[in-house]
């Protein structure tokens, strides 16, 4: 038992020695939807709602092609419902700390790479409101507290994009389906998805 340890530690110890490390910071826009069941059942309907995402990245290349890219994001969604009363205007704001680890496939040359990415993300929920407006007056719920809604905190799921690179610039987009059940309510299934377009820079 001890060899093998002995000898995956030296086979990690290589990797890090002929991998390259890169850091960068990237933002954008969040455009993010809900779906919400009860026993499996379609109850509500949302429209695309706008957000945004910014952080930090790193990029551990292996080789020219493949690279592992863990992210750690501040995340804002918005989701509105498809319809409302007339003269009100209501949104849910879902706010995460969110970290990707993605595998990235390059292509290309120094200057100019397109890529593709995969892989998992697990997010915290830090704050989670409904907010309304009618006639000048606002108000919020938070989800976590409200009974109807009964939000948790963890959230999980796999994603994917695409993107280009020109010298130390990058332009990406990227969907992130959710997996976990957002909400606490005995029978109700709410899951969090999003697409969103990003640019970043690397250091």
Request: proline letters at 2%; one cysteine or more.
């Amino acid at each position: 038992m001890r060899k093998i340890f002995l000898l995956l530690f030296c086979v990690l110890l290589a990797v890090g020695v002929n991998a390259q490390i890169r850091y960068g910071v990237k933002a954008g826009g969040t455009f993010s939807n809900i779906s919400e069941k009860y026993n499996g059942e379609k109850i509500s309907e949302f429209k695309l709602g706008v957000g945004f995402n910014l952080g930090g990245v790193l990029e551990y290349s292996f080789s020219e092609s493949f690279a592992l890219q863990p992210e750690l994001l501040y995340v804002m969604n918005n989701i509105k419902p498809k319809e409302e009363e007339e003269g009100v205007s209501s949104r849910m704001e879902l706010q995460f700390i969110q970290l990707p680890i993605n595998l990235k496939y390059k292509m290309g040359t120094e200057n100019l790479k397109f890529y593709v990415t995969a892989g998992p993300y697990v997010g915290y929920a830090v704050s989670a409101k409904l907010k309304a407006e009618s006639e000048g007056i606002s108000g919020a719920v938070d989800l976590f507290e409200w009974d109807e809604f009964k939000a948790k905190h963890l959230n999980f799921g796999i994603g994917a994009g695409l993107g280009i690179e020109v010298s130390k610039f990058t332009v990406g987009v990227g969907y992130q389906h959710g997996l976990a059940n957002l909400t606490g309510v005995d029978q109700v299934s709410i899951k969090l998805g999003s697409f969103n377009l990003s640019v970043g820079y690397f250091f």
